[in-house]
């Protein structure tokens, strides 16, 4: 068992536990990610945390811009299994045909709910009550292979999506190392998806990132904890744009506030009036400063003053 080969495609963070978890368990005989990308102002190359791990491994990086066409290189190696996760392109049939034991992938989502690229932000964006991890069969279809194996968690009212993306990626990698010996032996009964519960989780839009205070409260708060820490919602203050990483349910309700109206001043927080109550914000950044909790930003003004003022 330990000597079965495997080609291994993924991208972000989320993969790379489970990247981790192939090379301590098989013999990875090369990993394929996304092309190198410049950042910032400066136009550096910024290599994905696959990259930077499979160089620590020394394994051979395939990084095809449009890997529907540029896949000859990958047919040339001995590869019993390829196994994907959050790889970020369409794989073409003959890739997935290629290897004995087929190509299987790794989705944060309780499929077929949040098909996607985004689905650990949309599920507590969503206010769903539980997510998971699937291992399933690729296709050339996003996400909608015979499902192998499941696991799930219950969404926790103190989790976000780092916490969440965290613990999703250790189930993940948990279960493809108990999956992969059953695909072996045979051991399996994959079952195809119920396309009637199809739903989907998009990238995340900048659109997305900013709040609406003429929302309810509990939706306002899922949005806040479903892009934090990253990209991050934000609202406009004065001008100033302000990212907003943590808040808190209120019991209270300004009848006579406008939506997105400072109303209260907490010890730890901002008061803002919502469409059926408040939230209060206890950690923000605004534009070009650092990120720090409110009680830490109350310290350096007179609290009073914001008193009236609109998020926009």
């Given at each position: 068992m330990s000597k079965l080969k495997i080609l291994f495609m993924g991208t972000p963070e989320f993969?790379?536990?489970?990247?981790?978890?192939?090379?301590?368990?098989?013999?990875?005989?090369?990993?394929?990610?996304?092309?190198?990308?410049?950042?910032?102002?400066?136009?550096?190359?910024?290599?994905?945390?696959?990259?930077?791990?499979?160089?620590?491994?020394?394994l051979p990086v395939y990084q095809p811009q449009h890997i529907r066409t540029e896949y000859d290189d990958l047919l040339k190696l001995k590869v019993d299994m390829i196994v994907t996760c959050a790889y970020g392109q369409i794989i073409p049939k003959r890739l997935l045909d290629f290897p004995k034991y087929g190509c299987i992938n790794v989705h944060a989502s309780l499929l077929p709910k949040l098909r996607g690229g985004a689905p650990i932000h949309k599920a507590i964006?969503?206010?769903?009550?539980?997510?998971?991890?699937?291992?399933?069969?690729?296709?050339?279809?996003?996400?909608?292979?015979?499902?192998?194996?499941?696991?799930?968690?219950?969404?926790?009212?103190?989790?976000?999506?780092?916490?969440?993306?965290?613990?999703l990626s250790k189930m993940g990698t948990e279960l493809l190392l108990k999956t992969i010996p059953d695909i072996i032996s045979g051991n399996i009964h994959p079952q195809k998806q119920n396309e009637a519960e199809v739903t989907y989780a998009w990238n995340i839009t900048r659109e997305e990132e900013k709040i609406d205070f003429n929302k309810n409260t509990i939706d306002i708060f899922n949005q806040i904890r479903g892009l934090n820490p990253w990209p991050g919602a934000y609202a406009i203050l004065d001008g100033v744009i302000v990212k907003i990483y943590k808040a808190r349910i209120s019991d209270s309700f300004f009848t006579t506030r406008k939506n997105g109206e400072i109303g209260k001043i907490y010890s730890d927080g901002i008061g803002v009036s919502t469409k059926n109550g408040e939230i209060i914000i206890t950690e923000l950044q605004f534009a070009g400063k650092r990120k720090m909790t409110v009680q830490e930003y109350l310290n350096g003004i007179d609290s009073n003053q914001l008193i009236g003022k609109v998020f926009q």
């Open positions: 993969s790379v536990r489970v990247l981790q978890g192939l090379i301590d368990s098989y013999d990875v005989v090369g990993v394929v990610t996304q092309p190198d990308r410049e950042v910032g102002r400066k136009h550096e190359i910024k290599f994905s945390p696959i990259k930077e791990l499979a160089l620590q491994y020394h964006i969503n206010n769903y009550p539980r997510t998971g991890v699937t291992i399933m069969y690729m296709t050339e279809k996003m996400d909608a292979g015979d499902i192998i194996s499941q696991v799930d968690t219950p969404i926790l009212p103190t989790d976000n999506v780092g916490t969440l993306h965290d613990r």
